[in-house]
């Protein structure tokens, strides 16, 4: 369900529900509407609360504003964690092997990109060892540097940086994409060749399920507005 | 449109980090954002001469992406150099028809639409078109979603090529068009980064924002 924005600049004072530390949700009141810029075509609007599970879109070029996520923090961190053991189970174990008449191979994923390497195709190589293992677990570690303390009531110091980081990473992490180049090879090998899936093969299938559900629960918009230190009542140097 | 005001128009600027809308004058210092700490612009500095100087590499090297060998298998009985478009032809013939529309989809369709998308997106906001904005904002998205499945080739590539060491047996090796390939994907995200959509907006509002 998309919730429309109403347009206007005055500063409204609205009754604002949030949840407490311990679930219960209060009722905050005084807290202006605050004010939004259309990321896609900078529409000026103002925020409204919205139910959870409901997403607020831009008034007139329809790009997502922000979503009211359920328990954004808390099921965004149990999905990293998860992730977080798959990825080390995907590059530990080989993709898949095959066999030509008793002559047996297996690769895992970073074997293959320093058997890449070793061909010379050194911009190559780098390239999928960038996009296919140190972004996802920049990523995972960001997520987690950054939402476990949340979780426990304290604030990550240097948020901001991590924060940027994690937005400028996004787009290079390609599980999902790996993943689908996994599936091309190894139909491309049965041709020719006996396959044997190996464990990898598998990881990185729950991995990909694993970081969409991550990527569809977490909100940024959240975040910054939980550490945001005006609203926790301290000043910035 | 009636009672559309841009944030900017209002000397208001959004953080590209963390999006809190604040206060900045047009003529001022460099401003910083109060939450984050980030440089406050109005719009990406530099957005069309970046994304124009990436999208031209970009078109050069999809030159040689699909002219040079992507792709050497051989074994014992045969011996194969593949472009990307003869690969996809070859996966045609031999029956994985799926695979092949696959990667042609992702390896061919993907790149072309993405560059073409990008070049009518800087045509229109340097003629300050004010015709179809959502449509033309609605594309950009689609460009940035779509545009890293194009990895898919090198994936694959860099997969069969460090697997299928077999000797005499069996060998696939990496050729150079995947190193200009990977460059195009590369350049062609870089490129709808620095693109700001916003600027598509601006024509409706009668008014420049430029840093």
């Not at chain 2, 992406?65 to 593949?82: C, F, K, P, Q």
């Amino acid at each position: 369900m998309i919730c429309l924005l109403l347009p206007g600049l005055h500063h409204l004072r609205r009754l604002r529900a949030v949840r407490s530390a311990e679930g219960a949700i209060l009722p905050m009141v005084d807290r202006p509407a605050q004010l939004i810029a259309c990321h896609d075509c900078d529409l000026l609007q103002r925020d409204i609360p919205l139910n959870p599970g409901c997403t607020a879109s831009c008034r007139r070029c329809g790009a997502v504003l922000y979503r009211n996520a359920t328990d954004s923090v808390d099921r965004t961190l149990a999905y990293t964690l998860a992730a977080g053991m798959l990825f080390l189970g995907a590059n530990l174990f080989p993709v898949f092997s095959i066999q030509v008449q008793g002559d047996r191979s297996a690769i895992t994923l970073f074997g293959a990109v320093l058997s890449l390497w070793e061909q010379g195709m050194k911009s190559i190589s780098l390239l999928v060892f960038i996009t296919a293992i140190f972004v996802p677990a920049l990523e995972l570690l960001s997520l987690t540097y950054l939402l476990l303390p949340i979780r426990l009531g304290l604030v990550p110091p240097g948020y901001s940086r991590f924060m940027r980081t994690l937005q400028f990473i996004e787009p290079w992490g390609m599980v999902e994409v790996l993943m689908l180049g996994m599936l091309v090879s190894l139909v491309k090998l049965t041709n020719n060749f006996k396959v044997i899936p190996g464990m990898a093969l598998w990881s990185f299938g729950v991995l990909t399920l694993l970081l969409a559900a991550a990527a569809a629960s977490f909100s940024a918009r959240d975040v910054w507005e939980r550490l945001d230190p005006r609203s926790r009542g301290e000043t910035k140097p | 449109m009636k009672g559309t005001t841009s944030a900017a128009a209002r000397g208001l600027c959004s953080c590209h980090v963390c999006r809190l809308v604040s206060r900045k004058s047009r003529f001022s210092e460099p401003a910083h954002c109060p939450r984050c700490g980030a440089t406050l612009h109005f719009r990406k500095p530099g957005s069309l001469q970046r994304c124009w100087a990436l999208v031209i590499a970009s078109y050069i090297l999809y030159i040689p992406a699909n002219t040079l060998v992507m792709m050497e298998t051989g074994s014992l009985l045969t011996y194969r150099r593949d472009t990307i478009v003869s690969g996809v032809a070859h996966l045609w013939k031999t029956g994985s028809w799926l695979i092949a529309v696959i990667v042609f989809i992702a390896s061919v369709a993907i790149p072309l639409l993405k560059l073409f998308s990008l070049t009518l997106l800087l045509f229109s906001v340097q003629r300050r078109s004010a015709s179809r904005p959502r449509q033309r904002t609605r594309l950009y998205r689609m460009v940035e979603l779509v545009g890293r499945w194009s990895m898919l080739d090198i994936y694959v590539v860099t997969l069969l090529a460090a697997l299928v060491q077999l000797g005499s047996m069996a060998t696939v090796k990496a050729g150079p068009a995947a190193v200009a390939f990977g460059s195009v994907v590369v350049l062609t995200m870089f490129a709808t980064m620095e693109f700001d959509p916003r600027l598509i907006w601006d024509p409706l509002q009668k008014e420049e924002f430029h840093d």
